[in-house]
C-alpha cells in the first residue's frame, strides 16, 4: 500500500512562478490613443490605412482610420520627415497602409480637435490609386456589395460592424445577468425546424472512389450511402437543440448562424443570418414571463446602444431605440389585430386613390387565419412596438403549445414582436410540453414520428412548461442604425443569386 509520505502535495508556496516573458507589444489604436493621454509629449507608434489625402508642396494631411473610432485622425506629415518628393511621388495615397510614429497636438485646424504630427512614417502597403474601387466620393450601395471585401473600410460599414460588437456584448450582458448559459448548438442537423421547406442541403462536394468488384454490373450503380447516415441540413434554427440544453441549464442562449433558401430578393431577407436564440424553463406555461422577458433583453440593449458615443455618431438620424426606449410597448391577441386592420381598411387607411373616384386598397384585407402582411405589421406598431400572441394553430409550426382554451379554430400560445418602420423583429412560444398533444400534432401535419423521436423524448422523460424566441440579428442592426436594407447590416451578405465574396 503507497504511503501519503511519498506523495508530493503542491500548494501555492510550492509551485515555482516564472516571470511573464516579454511580448510583443501591439500599436495603440486611435481609440486607445485618444482615450489615453492625448497631450502627452510622448512619441506613440500607430497603424491604419489612408481614407484620404491633401497634399501640398511641404506637407500633406492625411485622414487614417484603424476602425476603432468613427472619424480618422488627421496626420500631418511634414516633407522634411520623409525622404525626398515622397509625398508627390504617388507613395501614399488613398488606400496606402502606413506605420506611423508621432505625438498628438491640438489641431490648428478645424474639423477637428487633434492632428497626430508624424515625426517617422513607413509605408507598409501601397495602393494604385487609379484602381482603388473605394475612393473619397460616395458610393451606392450596390457598388459597394459589388467590392464587398473592401467595404469595410468605409465610415458606413465599419461604424455598423462596430454596432453589431456593441449590440452583441449588450445581448451577452443582459442573459448573464439573468443566469443565461452561452450555449454552441449544431449548424448541420437532420431536421428542418419550421417544417417549411426551406432548408439547404448538405452533401460532400466529392467521394472517393468506391473499389470495384468482380463481376459487379456498372450499369445500375447503387445510391450512395448518405455522409452522416441520414439526410442532413444547414440549420435553419437552434431551437429544438436549445430545447434539449434548456432542460438541464434551464436558461439558454446561442447567437448563431442561420440559413433559409427563400428565393426572395427583399431588403428584409438574407439566405445567411444571424439568429439570437433563447429557451428557458417555467413555473407554468404562460407567455406574460416569456414576453417581459423579451422585453428587458430590448429595452437593456437599445439602452447600451442610445449610450454609446460612437454609434449615435455615426447614425444621428436613427432616433427609433430612443422612441421605443421612452413609451410602452402594447400587447395584443391576433384576434384583436384583425379587428383592429379591418376598421383600418374602413376607414380607407390602405387606400391608394385611382383618380377614378372610389380608389383601391393597396393591399388585400387581412382574413382571420391568414399571416400578417408586412404593411399590417408596420401600421399595427406605427407608434410603438407592439406584442402579437395567440395565432391560429394552423399557420404556426408544428411545436408551439396549443391553448387551453377552447378557441374555434385553435391558436396557440405563441408571439410576434412588431417594430415601428421594420415590423416582425422577435417570434416565439410556448413550446408543447405535452407530449400526447405534440404526437397528435405531428400525426395531423403527416410529420415522421421516427425523425423527432429524440425531440418527443424530451417530452417523455421529465419535460416540463418551457418557451423560447428567436430574433433576427441584422434586423435589430437595421432598426438602431435605420439602414432599412439588412444587407447593410452585415459584412459579406449571401441572398438569393447573390453571393460576391
Known amino acids: 500500500m503507497l504511503s501519503w509520505r511519498t506523495h508530493r502535495v503542491f500548494t501555492p508556496r510550492a509551485v515555482k512562478c ?4 516579454a511580448a510583443y507589444v501591439l500599436p495603440h489604436t486611435i481609440k486607445q490613443l485618444l482615450a489615453s493621454s492625448p497631450d502627452t509629449e510622448i512619441n506613440t507608434t500607430l497603424t491604419g490605412f489612408v481614407r484620404s489625402i491633401r497634399k501640398q508642396k511641404h506637407v500633406a494631411f492625411a485622414d487614417i482610420s484603424d476602425g476603432s473610432t468613427p472619424f480618422p485622425l488627421q496626420a500631418v506629415i511634414e516633407s522634411d520627415k520623409l525622404e525626398p518628393d515622397v509625398i508627390h511621388r504617388q507613395v501614399i495615397t ?15 485646424g478645424g474639423g477637428q480637435e487633434w492632428d497626430f504630427n508624424v515625426a517617422e512614417v513607413e509605408v507598409l502597403g501601397l495602393c494604385d490609386p487609379a484602381a482603388y474601387p473605394i475612393q473619397k466620393k460616395t458610393h451606392t450601395h450596390e457598388h459597394l456589395r459589388a467590392n464587398a471585401h473592401l467595404r469595410p473600410r468605409t465610415d458606413e460599414t465599419s461604424a455598423m460592424l462596430r454596432t453589431r460588437a456593441l449590440l452583441n456584448r449588450s445581448i451577452c450582458d443582459y442573459f448573464d445577468s439573468e443566469q443565461f448559459i452561452q450555449v454552441h448548438p449544431p449548424i448541420i442537423t437532420s431536421n428542418d425546424t419550421e417544417g417549411a421547406g426551406e432548408s439547404f442541403r448538405v452533401s460532400p462536394a466529392s467521394e472517393p472512389p468506391e473499389p470495384e468488384l468482380a463481376g459487379s454490373d456498372k450499369s445500375t450503380p447503387e445510391a450512395k450511402p448518405e455522409f452522416f447516415g441520414v439526410p442532413a441540413y444547414l440549420s435553419v434554427s437552434a431551437q429544438l437543440h436549445l430545447e434539449a440544453l434548456s432542460h438541464s441549464l434551464s436558461r439558454v442562449y446561442t447567437l448563431a448562424p442561420s440559413f433559409r433558401a427563400e428565393r426572395s430578393q427583399t431588403n428584409r431577407h438574407l439566405a445567411e443570418f444571424w439568429m439570437l436564440e433563447a429557451e428557458l424553463q417555467l413555473a407554468i406555461p404562460s407567455l406574460g414571463p416569456l414576453l417581459d422577458v423579451v422585453e428587458g433583453l430590448l429595452r437593456s440593449v437599445f439602452d447600451t446602444y442610445t449610450r454609446s458615443t460612437d454609434a449615435m455618431v455615426r447614425f444621428p438620424e436613427a432616433k427609433a431605440a430612443r422612441h421605443a426606449l421612452e413609451n410602452q410597448w402594447g400587447r395584443m391577441t391576433y384576434t384583436h389585430a384583425i379587428e383592429e386592420l379591418n376598421r383600418a381598411h374602413d376607414q380607407g387607411v390602405f387606400i391608394k386613390p385611382t383618380g377614378k373616384g372610389k380608389g383601391k386598397d393597396i393591399v388585400p384585407r387581412p382574413m ?16 410603438t412596438p407592439v406584442f402579437v400572441t395567440d395565432y391560429p394553430a394552423d399557420i404556426k409550426p408544428f411545436y408551439m403549445r396549443l391553448n387551453d382554451e377552447s378557441s374555434t379554430p385553435p391558436t396557440v400560445a405563441c408571439f410576434d414582436l412588431l417594430l415601428p418602420g421594420l415590423g416582425e423583429l422577435v417570434g416565439g412560444s410556448i413550446r ?12 395531423e401535419r403527416g410529420m415522421d414520428m421516427d425523425e423527432f423521436a429524440w425531440y418527443r423524448d424530451l417530452r417523455l422523460y421529465g419535460g416540463g412548461p418551457h418557451a423560447g424566441f428567436g430574433l433576427g440579428f441584422e434586423r435589430l442592426v437595421s432598426f438602431v442604425t435605420g439602414l432599412e436594407n439588412v444587407r447593410e447590416c452585415v459584412a459579406f451578405p449571401r441572398a438569393f443569386g447573390k453571393m460576391k465574396v
Open 18 to 21: 516564472y516571470s511573464r516573458p
Open 94 to 108: 488613398s488606400g496606402s497602409n502606413l506605420k506611423l510614429t508621432g505625438k498628438l497636438a491640438k489641431s490648428a
Open 432 to 443: 408543447e410540453e405535452r407530449l400526447d398533444h405534440l404526437d397528435a400534432t405531428l400525426k
Open 368 to 383: 382571420w387565419g391568414q399571416g400578417l402582411r408586412s404593411e399590417h405589421e408596420r401600421y399595427l406598431a406605427r407608434d
